[in-house]
């Protein structure tokens, strides 16, 4: 349980990875999605946890596809594979005069608008060469990507679109994470009235969520991200996806406040009687969010503890009243994402997306990679 048995850095918190988990969940969605091609989503650096690691990792599993947000990603995913063919696809589009790096570091365009779509043939031309792209539909989600109607008016003049290596479509689901919800068939099917105009062209539809919405959604290949993490699978049976990481937070000092005192910033919370309390070494800084105040759980032995008073920026405070003052000690850690209250726990009592906590759990905590003997080098 504890971290520091292999670890003698001492740090306020550890933030534990298990790749094997990361690994075991991406296995679990290409056995899922049977013939489907599974990608992976190392946006954002693999969602803060490490695109470095995670990229090889998967590498190794037979992971072959890799999205990222931008071009900057893009060229650093590159670098960490020693093999060229691993394609990596840059979701945010061609941005203006970015076509050499995307050409150079043999990165994928995502093709957002017209623009962008007559950009990348008049490069090509003038290559002569025809680099991959993927053409980006928007079915309702309204953010990037053709409308329909802009798509109805290049296919009407084909001759625009001609000698364009057109590989690919894609769009992006805006309620994949309600399974019920109208809008997933919706959105499928007026991508599938899309992919009709490009008879040879390979589509792609779901996140993670949309993985488990159904064969239906998987068509060619599939973009998990979270579910690698072991959320998003939106299922109302158990989760099959494992966890993956832990984190601890340190203990950094004990007291006892009298009836009626207060704790922290803007003295949010007073003691309606004697209280022990810890102040624990992770704050918003870390990833724990502000709106976490009075408001949230951490674990200890199985205990759980409230967060009382302001989260501030590099520490909590938390009630351990429960716990006996000889069962707990300065400098002892205290489970703040664990198997007994998960990322996804966390989220929902933030109010927020599993994906928001991860990539904003920043860079204080030591982190530990556990299981990485099978990362390809
Ligand atoms: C982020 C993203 C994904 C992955 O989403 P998850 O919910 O993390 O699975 C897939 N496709 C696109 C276009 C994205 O932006």
């Known amino acids: 349980m504890m971290p520091l048995a292999d670890n003698h850095k001492i740090s306020n918190s550890f933030l534990e990875i298990n790749i094997d988990s990361i690994v075991h969940n991406y296995q679990l969605i290409n056995t899922k999605v049977g013939n489907t091609e599974c990608a992976a989503v ?16 998967l590498d190794k599993a037979g992971c072959s596809t890799f999205f990222v947000a931008t071009i900057d990603e893009g060229i650093e995913l590159r670098a960490c594979f020693s093999k060229n063919e691993n394609k990596i ?69 084909p001759a625009e679109l001609k000698g364009l290596h057109v590989g690919w479509i894609m769009s992006h689901l805006a309620c994949g994470d309600q399974p019920l919800d109208i809008m997933n068939k919706r959105q499928l099917s007026v991508f599938l009235n899309a992919k009709e105009k490009f008879p040879h062209v390979k589509a792609s539809l779901a996140n993670s969520a949309g993985v488990f919405l159904g064969k239906s959604y998987h068509l060619d290949m599939v973009r998990p991200g979270i579910a690698l993490y072991g959320s998003g699978s939106s299922s109302i049976d158990s989760n099959p996806l494992k966890q993956v990481i832990k984190l601890y937070s340190r203990i ?58 302001r989260v501030s920026m590099d520490y909590i405070t938390i009630d351990i009243t429960k716990i006996a003052s000889e069962k707990i000690k300065t400098g002892d850690f205290i489970e703040i994402i664990s198997d007994k209250f998960t990322l996804d726990d966390l989220a929902t009592v933030a109010n927020t997306v599993p994906h928001e906590l991860l990539t904003r759990l920043g860079t204080r905590h030591h982190r530990i990679y556990r299981n990485t003997d099978n990362i390809s080098k």
């Open 89 to 157: 696809v840059v979701l945010s589009g061609l941005l203006e005069g970015s076509e050499d790096i995307f050409y150079d570091n043999n990165l994928t365009p995502v093709l957002n608008d017209i623009e962008q779509i007559k950009k990348w043939y008049i490069y090509n031309r003038q290559k002569k060469i025809s680099a991959p792209s993927i053409l980006h539909i928007d079915t309702g989600m309204n953010r990037l990507g053709l409308t329909i109607s802009e798509l109805h008016d290049i296919t009407k003049k």
């Open 252 to 309: 950094l000092q004990i007291r006892t406040l009298s009836r009626g005192a207060s704790i922290g910033y803007g003295a949010s919370y007073r003691a309606s009687k004697a209280t022990r309390v810890a102040t624990v070494g992770l704050g918003y800084a870390d990833g724990y969010l502000r709106s976490l105040s009075n408001h949230s759980w951490t674990f200890f032995n199985g205990v759980r503890l409230p967060v009382i008073g």
């Open 42 to 57: 190392l946006k954002a650096d693999a969602y803060g946890m490490g695109a470095s690691v995670i990229a090889k990792a």
